[in-house]
């Protein structure tokens, strides 16, 4: 529920300020105006931490502003933009919910989460915040904001971290299947953004998850026809074997159309079969890497293929780092021959 019993809110048709007094169901609010109580729907309120620094930031600049004559035909077309400020990409906003102290004094109780699209595709989306075993799956339109929920103060100083799994509503088959990010938020990164805010005199502050949805990337086969430099003609054996893969996507809806009906048991043993077949295939072919795409979810298939790597011997070393396309979701591995 976006809204909770004690909040602030704005009234979008009379424009009047409210207390949220009573949640009557996941549509309507009881709200509280200067004593009338009265039920509303969702959509009617908004909170009033914008608008009141909106107003605010417009009055310093009316002030600064000189009057000058504007005609009609000299206005440009503004591209839309999303509620916070932002630059093009998708964006993670904080937006600060301020209370007072016993000296009276402004401090920040909790933040607001917003997935900020400031791109002209739609987007569905996972996302999870790790302290509190959070999920939300929806939906983002283009240039718009969406409300994920609550995060206390307190919860920020242990370096919570973000997850989102994003994909194309409209299916782009030269753009990637599904981009995954991950944000892991410190306490310096933190107060130094909350710094820069107040310096520049803005409500949020943001994190970019990505500028622009990556391109799926051509797979790169290396060609081994040449005589191997070991002491036997390994030719003849790889033109019988099937094709190595530099990059394999262990997702299950990648492996098998019927999946729904598997156990959690049983895709994971599918999923590591597959993996081993490739990484043999590999080793075959003498790749002198294989990437192999995880995901992150709840991390069980990345701790198996990083248990089994551990004990092969062909393995000089792997790196689960961030990547461009695959974020935190894939492990690149280096092969010794």
């Given amino acids: 529920m976006k ?14 300020e409210g207390e949220v007094v009573g949640i009557i169901n ?11 109580q009265f039920p509303v729907y969702t959509d009617q309120i908004d909170f009033p931490y914008f608008k009141r620094f909106s107003e605010q930031h417009a009055a310093e600049k ?3 502003r000189k009057p000058h004559k504007i005609y009609i035909d000299n206005v440009k077309k ?8 932002v630059s093009d990409g998708v964006w993670l906003a904080f937006l600060p919910v301020y209370d007072k102290n016993v000296l009276d004094d402004d401090v920040i109780e909790n933040f607001k989460l917003y997935l900020i699209n ?17 999920e939300l799956q929806n939906e983002i339109l283009a240039l718009s904001d969406f409300y994920l929920h609550d995060v206390a103060f307190e919860e920020m100083n242990d370096a919570p971290k973000f997850e989102f ?21 410190k306490a310096k990164i933190l ?18 998850l990505f500028e622009k949805y990556p391109d799926k990337m051509e797979e790169i086969i290396p060609d081994y026809n040449a005589r191997s430099k070991i002491f036997y003609d390994a030719s003849a054996v790889q033109q019988k074997l099937e094709p190595a893969q530099s990059v394999i996507d262990l997702h299950i809806e990648k492996l098998t159309d019927n999946w729904k009906h598997l156990s959690n048991f049983e895709i994971l043993t599918l999923q590591l079969s597959v ?14 890497n294989l990437t192999v795409i995880h995901g992150i979810g709840k991390g069980k298939l990345k701790e198996e293929i990083h248990e089994i790597l551990k004990n092969k011997k062909e393995v000089k070393s792997f790196v689960n780092q961030y990547h461009p396309n695959f974020g935190y979701g894939a492990t690149e591995i280096f092969f010794q021959y």
């Fill in 118 to 134: 400031q791109t002209e595709e739609a987007y569905h989306f996972t996302y999870r915040a790790d302290k509190n075993n959070f």
């Fill in 78 to 85: 503004e591209k839309p933009t999303a509620k916070y400020k």
């Fill in 165 to 185: 799994e994003l994909s194309l509503v409209n299916v782009n088959k030269k753009k990637v299947p599904y981009l995954e990010q991950t944000l892991k938020i």
């Fill in 3 to 16: 809204y909770q019993v004690g909040d602030r809110v704005l009234l979008l048709h009379s424009n009047e």
């Fill in 191 to 208: 107060f130094k953004k909350i710094e820069e805010m107040h310096v520049k005199n803005e409500p949020t502050f943001s994190f970019l």
């Fill in 62 to 64: 009316n002030q600064a």
């Fill in 275 to 288: 993996f081993e077949k490739y990484y043999q295939l590999a080793l075959a072919h003498f790749l002198p």
């Fill in 26 to 36: 996941d549509k309507m609010v009881m709200v509280d105006v200067e004593g009338v």
